[in-house]
């Protein structure tokens, strides 16, 4: 566990951006880390000039945060992902997360794109995380625990907040765009799973199946930031889908929900603060 490297990349954060304080963090996912760039005033940092930030090497992931106030509030968004599939330890991949909440965030939308299984899930479709199923058998709080950050056993009965999941509900039909809830199932990737895997998923309640958001979940609820979650389902998962699974198809179908997310995530985040 790694509380000063955090505090010093949020210090880099603070120093870089200009801003003393952040009180909202956003992740943005695969296919979605375009959404900053249309981001009146925003104040780009590259995750290189961050000490100790990852810097994600797949296409579709970005690596830069951008510092913007969306409705008076300051809102640091990260805009692409270290992935554990990338070989980076679980501690580099929540590295972000941890800084952004350092720097004062405490509240924090994680997005991702994922496979759908769920009955009711369509490629395409937009859905709150309504809890998750970590099937990695990994865990991002292995190893002694830092109380300056959390305690040792971290309550997850409500991980995705609520009340958020209440506000992101609201803010979706004023803004007319069509939200679900779901379970999102974490698998480390980076091969798309077995149509067995995702059966297994399935029947274990998993609507979602995915290669992210569950450690940088885990890792803000240990330091004590609220959480919402918001996955677009890119596919059907794999066996579910027609035609075999491809990072294009991943691409295509978030450029096509691109104006969707868009929409509400702007209306979200300044709701968040
Ligand atoms: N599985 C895992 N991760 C994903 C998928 C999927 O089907 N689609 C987008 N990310």
Not at 162 to 172: E, I, N
């Amino acid at each position: 566990m790694n509380y000063d490297a955090t505090q010093t990349a949020a210090g880099d954060i603070r120093r870089l951006t200009g801003r003393a304080e952040h009180h909202v963090a956003a992740v943005l996912g695969s296919g979605l880390s375009d959404y900053a760039q249309h981001l009146p005033g925003a104040i780009a940092v590259p995750y290189a000039d961050i000490t100790g930030f990852p810097v994600p090497r797949v296409a579709g992931h970005a690596g830069t945060a951008y510092s913007v106030e969306l409705g008076g509030v300051p809102t640091l968004i990260l805009a692409g992902r270290a992935h554990f599939y990338e070989g980076h330890g679980l501690d580099q991949v929540v590295f972000a997360v941890r800084a952004a909440v350092a720097t004062g965030a405490r509240t924090v939308l994680l997005t991702n794109a994922s496979g759908g299984c769920g009955e009711y899930l369509e490629a395409g479709d937009l859905v709150l995380l309504s809890d998750h199923l970590n099937l990695t058998g990994q865990n991002p709080l292995f190893g002694p625990n830092d109380d300056r950050m959390g305690t040792r056993f971290p309550d997850l009965s409500a991980a995705y907040d609520p009340d958020l999941r209440r506000v992101a509900h609201d803010t979706a039909s004023e803004v007319d765009v069509d939200v679900k809830e779901g379970v999102y199932a974490w698998f480390s990737g980076p091969t798309y799973e077995t149509p067995a895997e995702v059966q297994m998923a399935k029947r274990l309640g998993a609507d979602m199946v995915g290669m992210s958001t569950v450690p940088e979940t885990i890792a803000a609820r240990h330091i004590g930031a609220r959480v919402i979650a918001i996955s677009l389902v890119t596919n059907l998962a794999a066996g579910i889908s027609p035609v075999p699974l491809s990072h294009e198809e991943v691409q295509e179908t978030a450029d096509a929900a691109r104006e969707r997310f868009t929409r509400l995530v702007d209306a979200l985040l300044p709701r968040l603060g």
